[in-house]
């Protein structure tokens, strides 16, 4: 047992003995005047005292590597950190700015409008009905009531289908539940009037139908309310004709109409308080 602690005890008695001479050599160095046993220490000891410098260079090169690493280190989780604060501050400012540009469009459609229009956020959807019903931001507190229109500055969305006193339930144009009289803008045929409803093939487009097989329409036709049945006025636009097609006795024709609405991206709306001429802004 004690052979293993004398041998540690020699080699380091003999780095001490060498660290002594190291010391010796350098200190004798300095002096001007030398002896020649001195001088002969200096030759043979000079390459040990090589070696051992230069392992303590690159002794304290490898700490000095290690400290800089955890410097780079914690610098880097820094500017991490500040990368995504201000990437998330980018987006927030890219939000405002569309949202900021929606309330533009949708200001300036209530300017120049002579309808009575109100201003309303989408609160909520029903998942089940993505394509059938929205919630919005308004209620009978703000004058709100059952049936009124909701458009936007592009075109008609749907109707009030229910009130509370903070908000209301909106059905949408592609809900199976809501049909509208609609004309073609463009030929404006004496008395052709078909149902715009919602098509089953695609829940994002809409179909209009009960048109005669001689009516005047096409592919990029405009589609608007005919304002006949007193809910919707006359002239909201709805959306463009994509496809004409005609039932399978060639009795009737009917459309399948692109919405003017992106039912999928409704932020904000207008609800139609009435027609006669604009309120007052106390009511």
């Known amino acids: 047992m004690a052979k293993p602690f004398q041998g540690r005890k020699g080699l380091f008695i003999f780095l001490a003995a060498v660290l002594a001479l190291l010391l010796l050599i350098y200190f004798t160095s300095l002096r001007e005047n030398r002896t020649p046993l001195e001088d002969a220490m200096l ?5 040990a005292q090589k070696v051992f410098s230069s392992a303590g260079r690159k002794i ?15 610098e880097n989780e820094r500017l991490r950190r500040e990368l995504a604060f201000l990437e998330g501050q980018l987006l927030e400012l890219q939000e405002l700015q569309k949202e900021n540009y929606r309330y533009r469009q949708l200001l300036e459609f209530q300017e120049n409008s002579s309808l009575d229009l109100l201003p ?6 029903d998942p089940s009905q993505w394509f059938g019903m929205i919630t919005i931001s308004r209620g009978y507190r703000d004058g709100i009531r059952k049936e009124m229109p909701v458009i936007t500055d592009r075109g008609l969305v749907g109707m009030v289908y229910s009130v509370s006193p903070n908000s209301s339930q909106v059905i949408l144009l592609t809900d199976p539940r809501l049909a509208v009289s609609a004309l073609i803008q463009r030929s404006r045929d004496p008395g052709i009037v078909g149902i715009v409803e919602n098509y089953p093939k695609e829940p994002a487009l809409l179909r209009m139908t009960n048109l005669p097989p001689d009516c ?15 809910v919707f006025p006359k002239g909201l636009p709805i959306g463009t004709v994509k496809e004409v097609g005609e039932d399978q006795y060639g009795l009737v024709k009917y459309v399948v109409v692109e919405p003017r609405i992106n039912f999928n991206r409704l932020e904000e709306v207008l609800v139609v308080r009435g027609s006669g001429g604009k309120r007052s802004s106390g009511e």
């Open 43 to 47: 030759a043979i000891f000079s390459p």
């Open 60 to 74: 304290q090169s490898f700490f000095d590597a290690i400290v800089s690493f955890q410097e780079l280190k914690q």
């Open 216 to 230: 005047n329409v096409q592919p990029g036709d405009t589609v608007i309310s005919s304002g006949l049945g007193g």
């Open 120 to 125: 309303a956020q989408v609160i909520g959807r």
